[in-house]
């Protein structure tokens, strides 16, 4: 099923939102007025300029940070904190670093209560999934930053979340990797029919890999444009698997540089 078949299904409601920052001077609003609905299947990019709020919205979906006014449900019902519904994934990787490849990945199941044969299905799943099987007995502090991200993906889906946060997971990789790993979170969207909610500063990354793009405006935060886009879709579906630039492309390209710059 693809994600524009999904599209009836409202998985979170983000309505008037915002978050004001108490300081020993005077409150800070870092975001504003926020009305979103994301729906199963969506792969919404989020862009703007530094400090409008990006991921300050990104920790109150993760429910790592409450709203100060404004409302936010997920499945018709009121977030209070974190759960295994809503996986993130950080710029830095974060892997347990006394555990090797496959354990990290099986720790989630685990958690929940699987089996071991159950948890390491689901690993071996998600191992061949992100092509790291050959590496699946490595000691994580051996890979390569590329690699890291790979597992921190591989362990995320391995809890099987219902929404996937991604918090500038490919900032810090060079471009070529970047580039291999936009390819593989794109077959894996498509594959999975995951729902992705996914901050960057990269506006290529984002018209590359997302269905809906947002722009949010300076400080404070609020979506002043938003998106809906096929490259994605078309880049899955070609011989490549990569985005081919083309009028549209440069124009929307252009358009969201001055929205960033205004």
Same mark, same amino acid.
């Given at each position: 099923?693809?994600?524009?078949?999904?599209?009836?299904?409202l998985l979170i409601e983000i309505s008037k939102l915002g978050v004001e920052y108490l300081t020993n001077s005077e409150p800070i609003?870092?975001?504003?007025?926020?009305?979103?609905?994301?729906?199963?299947?969506?792969?919404?990019? =989020?862009?703007?300029?530094?400090?409008?709020?990006?991921?300050?919205?990104?920790?109150?979906?993760?429910?790592?940070?409450?709203?100060?006014?404004?409302?936010?449900?997920?499945?018709?019902?009121?977030?209070?904190?974190?759960?295994?519904?809503?996986?993130?994934?950080?710029?830095?990787?974060?892997?347990?670093?006394?555990?090797?490849?496959?354990?990290?990945?099986?720790?989630?199941?685990?958690?929940?209560?699987?089996?071991?044969?159950?948890?390491?299905?689901?690993?071996?799943?998600?191992?061949?999934?992100?092509?790291?099987?050959?590496?699946?007995?490595?000691?994580?502090?051996?890979?390569?930053?590329?690699?890291?991200?790979? =597992?921190?993906?591989?362990? =995320?889906?391995?809890?099987?979340?219902? =929404?996937?946060?991604?918090?500038?997971?490919?900032?810090?990789?060079?471009?070529?990797?970047?580039?291999?790993?936009?390819?593989?979170?794109?077959?894996?969207?498509?594959?999975?029919?995951?729902?992705?909610?996914?901050?960057?500063?990269?506006? *290529?990354?984002?018209?590359?890999?997302?269905?809906?793009?947002?722009?949010?405006?300076?400080?404070?935060?609020?979506?002043?444009?938003?998106?809906?886009?096929?490259?994605?879709?078309?880049?899955? *579906?070609?011989k490549t698997g990569r985005i081919h630039t083309n009028e549209k492309y440069l124009n929307l390209k252009e358009e969201i540089l001055d929205l960033i710059d205004t």
């Amino acid at each position: 099923m693809s994600a524009k078949k999904m599209k009836n299904e409202l998985l979170i409601e983000i309505s008037k939102l915002g978050v004001e920052y108490l300081t020993n001077s005077e409150p800070i609003r870092a975001i504003e007025n926020i009305n979103l609905n994301i729906y199963r299947g969506d792969f919404i990019c =989020v862009l703007g300029p530094s400090g409008c709020g990006k991921s300050t919205l990104l920790k109150v979906l993760a429910g790592f940070l409450q709203q100060t006014e404004g409302t936010f449900l997920m499945n018709g019902q009121v977030v209070a904190g974190p759960d295994w519904n809503r996986g993130v994934i950080f710029q830095s990787a974060s892997l347990y670093p006394w555990m090797n490849v496959r354990k990290n990945i099986e720790f989630g199941p685990k958690m929940k209560g699987l089996s071991k044969i159950e948890s390491s299905k689901i690993a071996s799943h998600y191992l061949k999934q992100v092509d790291l099987v050959e590496f699946e007995n490595q000691a994580t502090f051996e890979l390569s930053g590329g690699m890291k991200q790979r =597992v921190a993906l591989a362990r =995320v889906l391995a809890n099987e979340p219902e =929404v996937m946060l991604m918090d500038e997971p490919l900032g810090a990789l060079d471009a070529l990797t970047r580039i291999h790993m936009q390819k593989l979170i794109r077959n894996i969207w498509k594959e999975n029919h995951n729902t992705i909610f996914m901050i960057t500063h990269d506006v *290529d990354e984002a018209l590359s890999l997302g269905t809906r793009v947002l722009v949010m405006s300076k400080n404070p935060g609020t979506i002043i444009k938003e998106l809906d886009l096929d490259f994605i879709e078309n880049a899955v *579906d070609s011989k490549t698997g990569r985005i081919h630039t083309n009028e549209k492309y440069l124009n929307l390209k252009e358009e969201i540089l001055d929205l960033i710059d205004t």
